[in-house]
């Protein structure tokens, strides 16, 4: 799981970074993200969402999940191997 604050990425970006590094790969070798989720609802959807508030998408094959926090954004990858 990556943590987040979301300062200086948008949360779009966060969960393409969190992926290249749960991969193992580039940021650039990675599928565009909007074939799996419009990255402006995604981002959006953090930036107005209560604490506590989850969205679950598939991206490269994964399970993704984001959570708002109040500590930040939680991202969270499931059925990926490295």
């Known amino acids: 799981m990556l943590t ?4 200086n ?3 779009s970006d966060v969960v393409v970074r969190a992926l290249s590094e749960r991969m193992d790969v580039s ?3 990675l599928p565009p993200l909007y074939d799996a989720v419009d990255p402006d609802a995604l981002d959006r959807f953090v930036g107005g969402a209560p604490s506590g508030s989850e969205l679950e998408f598939d991206y ?3 399970a993704v999940t984001v959570a708002v926090r109040d500590t930040g954004l939680d991202v969270s990858i499931a059925g990926c191997t490295p």
């Open 60 to 62: 490269c094959g994964t």
């Open 27 to 29: 940021q650039t070798e």
């Open 9 to 11: 990425l948008g949360p």
């Open 4 to 7: 987040t604050d979301a300062a």
